[in-house]
């Protein structure tokens, strides 16, 4: 790809993860100033720190993953899997042909 | 890594009959089969008690053992642990092998995993029937058994994720799928089992308990079943997936939104209002991803839409979706506070489940067992009008079923929300209640002409080569 559509392609990568990520950022953070307050004002709302908590692993894990797969080229050539996947299948249906007894 | 170094898992595999044999343990996937239909079967006797009991039609009145309350535990836990579990493992057996080229870590320990499955499911339905079941819905294995089941789930993931790690290069979107779902399932069921039992109590351990139920669900079954559809489609239509990026987006989408909905099944309680709206919020964010997995699989079928006449694993597959999208358009309206007023523990979630759980998830595993019991048999369907019948029977009685539950439900609603007596609503109920036996009865037809089926098939002769490459049911 020609080095100005490269740096186009990224401006626009920029602008939309911002777009996106900055109302949700926000969101998350003043709904969690809110869970901190319930917490502390009452101690049944305790309760809601579990599901919070359990999510918050849970998606900490997956954004390693993501992050782990990102660097490791997992979405870089991201429709050759597909193809790969069946001429796998192929190989093997051949290699099943050939051995079967009536064929 | 750039793409063009990365070494493809195809670089290697099988060269002859014998590679082929390591690769695939075909016994080991029939062995799963044959176990999960034998719960299809008891799980279904316990439906059909549970809906004759519903219509005052229970000749088994007075004897304990046999009390509906412990047929209804029954009937669900031998769907999710027996059928479904059993049918899951059974075909992971075939596709994960074939994706990766590798074969699983260790046969004796799947042989080994076999067995104590078996024993785990066992054990839960003797438990219930003893009244010993634990009081957590879907959870309701006995306390005894939750080490044993967990201990089967880490060797299952262990097992499968051997050749997983192994398979080079960008990972086909099924293979995330399978491996989400083993994490995700060992997770849930350690979290429903053993935290509101030993750890927190009160609305903690009802909302923790909510949270399992739906996870059970969205993060067991779904990836399970959806890597399933991605390596099934496109092997039976001989094309690859409409797009291969929209999947991972899929796929993402789930693992991000999922695991924060379970409180959707909790709108109007003690639960504070914001974390009920976030479930709502993220409810509505994994309908975009639904949408986009939807949107794949029909983009995968255009131009080979008559595949859904003659080819009838593919139509299986393609009516369990139509009915996934269904459920999820269900869901959509389910998750506002509005339409909670009037559904709200009615039979309308009963339909929804019954939906969900037989109509797309079941369908999907029947269609796989219709496409590979040849397979792994070396054996033709013995009557492929008995595979018909078997298909109608089941998607029109979950169809009937399903429309019968949902206008169950709201007129159970309205007569709740019109402050009637209590047993007005039973009254208003009982004509839909009398089709859900007829329905069920249908569909329980349905799935013993599949096993006289399998029967005969498996006392023929051996046929041609069958490959799967011209099935019988193509
Ligand atoms: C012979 C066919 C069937 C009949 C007659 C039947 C009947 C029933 C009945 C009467 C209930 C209890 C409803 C209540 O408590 O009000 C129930 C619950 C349930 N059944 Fe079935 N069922 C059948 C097949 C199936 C199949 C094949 C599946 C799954 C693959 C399934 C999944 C469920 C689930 C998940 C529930 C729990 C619903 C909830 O708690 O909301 N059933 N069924």
């Known amino acids: ?103 | 890594m750039n793409a063009p170094e990365m070494e493809s898992s195809s670089a290697i595999g099988p060269e002859s009959a014998a590679d082929l044999e390591r690769l695939v343990e075909r016994k080991l996937v029939l062995w799963y089969y044959f176990a999960a239909l034998t719960y299809l079967i008891v799980s279904m006797l316990g439906g059909l008690l549970m809906a004759l009991q519903l219509i005052q039609c229970n000749e088994l009145q007075g004897i304990e053992l046999l009390s509906p309350g412990r047929w209804r535990m029954l009937h669900t836990n031998a769907i999710a642990y027996g059928f479904l579990a059993n049918a899951f493992l059974g075909t992971l057996h075939w596709a994960i092998p074939r994706l990766t080229m590798r074969p699983v870590l260790s046969k004796p320990l799947s042989y080994l995993i076999f067995a104590a499955w078996q024993i785990v499911v066992v054990s839960t339905a003797v438990g219930i029937l003893l009244g010993q079941a634990q009081a957590v819905e879907w959870g309701e294995t006995p306390v005894w058994i939750d080490p044993v089941a967990l201990l089967g789930l880490l060797l299952v993931a262990v097992n499968f994720m051997a050749p997983i790690a192994g398979a080079k290069g960008p990972m086909y979107v099924s293979l995330w799928y399978f491996m989400a779902a083993f994490v995700w399932t060992f997770l849930t069921y350690a979290m429903g089992n053993f935290i509101p039992q030993y750890v927190v109590c009160g609305t903690n351990a009802g909302a923790i308990a909510g949270l399992f139920i739906h996870d059970l669900v969205g993060l067991f079954v779904t990836p399970l079943g959806w890597g399933l559809m991605y390596y099934f489609v496109p092997i039976l239509l001989k094309k690859p997936i409409w797009s291969h990026g929209l999947s991972l987006v899929g796929f993402w989408g789930l693992a991000f939104f999922y695991p924060l909905q379970g409180i959707h099944h909790f709108l109007y309680t003690p639960i504070p209002m914001f974390l009920q709206y976030g479930a709502v919020i993220s409810t509505i964010a994994v309908e975009f991803v639904v949408a986009t997995v939807i949107v794949n699989f029909f983009g995968t079928l255009y131009g080979s839409g008559r595949a859904v006449v003659t080819n009838l694993p593919i139509r299986w597959f393609y009516t369990g979706m139509i009915l996934y999208f269904v459920t999820c358009f269900q869901c959509a309206l389910q998750v506002t506070l509005t339409f909670q007023q009037l559904i709200h523990f009615t039979d309308w979630v009963v339909g929804h489940a019954h939906l969900v759980m037989f109509g797309v998830f079941s369908q999907w595993l029947l269609g796989i067992m219709t496409y590979l019991i040849p397979r792994l048999t070396g054996k033709e369907w013995y009557s492929r009008t008995l595979c018909e019948w078997h298909y109608w029977l089941s998607a029109t009685s979950i169809v009937v079923m399903f429309l019968d539950l949902t206008m169950a439900g709201l007129f159970q609603g309205w007569s709740w929300s019109s402050m009637q007596y209590w047993d007005h609503s039973t009254q208003v109920s009982q004509p839909f209640w009398i089709v859900r036996v007829f329905a069920g009865l249908a569909m329980f037809s349905g799935q013993i002409v599949f096993i006289y089926n399998i029967y005969r098939t498996l006392s023929g002769p051996r046929t041609a080569p069958a490959t799967g490459l011209q099935p019988a049911t193509a």
């Open chain 1, 1 to 103: 790809m020609p080095a100005p559509n490269r740096r186009k392609n990224r401006v626009w990568t920029v602008v939309t993860v911002l777009f996106f990520l900055g109302p949700a950022m926000f969101g998350f953070g003043t709904k969690f100033y809110e869970l901190v307050q319930v917490f502390r004002g009452d101690a049944s709302g305790a309760f809601a720190v579990t599901p919070i908590v359990n999510y918050l692993l849970a998606g900490c894990g997956f954004l390693l993953l993501f992050g782990w797969a990102a660097k490791n080229g997992m979405f870089r050539d991201i429709e050759q899997p597909k193809f790969l996947m069946l001429e796998n299948e192929n190989r093997l249906d051949a290699v099943e042909r050939s051995a079967a007894p009536h064929a």
